[in-house]
């Protein structure tokens, strides 16, 4: 039997429409997936974007509910379209017309991890990558879709914060010398998330003391384009924080002033909260 897809914290009540996702954060590595990697078990969590489940546990206390990946992205990617099978891995799949993210090997099941380092040392059986999307793509996105609907019956809207990380080095050269931004928030340049709701997520991390830049390099993927439609009161706003910020990336490690970071974050998905409960949002003029 495979182990759980995700799990999901709920919060007590629902006082908000605003839901957490966190589906790159998985850590449950299978077995017989890392005996037959051609990747030691640190490079090959070089992809995961360990510990955000962590720094957004404090949501359900908000009224807001959380749910994030048990698997890791190297061995399923649930922020990919399940047909993105790249040709190149899984046997007995067709070339199609070009998709970047798969040439990249970075399909809904990844050829590689960061720096373009192959995770197999040969192709797989398309019985396993189609396994593989029945018991933890399948179940999460299920999962992800009913509480987005709870939120539309509830409240008449549905903000989903798509949780993520980034590595350090792919925002070195983002909005010139001195101003690298710590966040990046991605609506698709405003296809998946209405303006002000955009407007007043930034407003929750800018008045945490943190640089905020928008869609560049990071606009958002699958999960923004499927559940992002702001004509139907349904919104996702992509998040990516530096992982500097907090985690050592080379050994994968919180820092040692993780729990201040994390305090940090709490603070930050509070006023997040707040925006699908028609609390007010912080004051620009009180950053």
Known sequence: MAPAAYTVSL????TSSVVFSSPHSGRDYPADFL????LDEL?????????????????PGFGAPLIAARAPRAFIDLNRAPEELDPALVEGVARTAHNPRISSGLGVIPRVVANGRAIYRGRIPR??????????????????RALL????????EAILIDCHS????AIEQAGGPGARPDVVLGDRFGAAAAPEIVDRVEAAFTGAGLRVARNAPFAGAYIAQAYGRPSRGSHVVQVEVDRALYMDERKVEPRADFEAFRALMTSVASEIAAIGSGESARPLAAE
Not at 127 to 144: G, N
Not at 149 to 156: C, H, P, T, V
């Open 166 to 169: 980034m590595p350090h080095e």
């Open 35 to 38: 005996a037959a990697s051609a």
């Open 43 to 59: 490079v090959i969590r070089s992809s995961e974007d360990a510990f955000v489940d962590r720094l957004f546990s404090a949501a």
């Open 11 to 14: 919060p007590k009540r629902r």
């Open 149 to 156: 609907d709870e939120s539309l019956a509830l409240f008449g």
């Open 127 to 144: 019985a396993e990558a189609e396994a593989r999307i029945a018991s933890y793509w399948r179940p999460y996105h299920a999962r992800l």
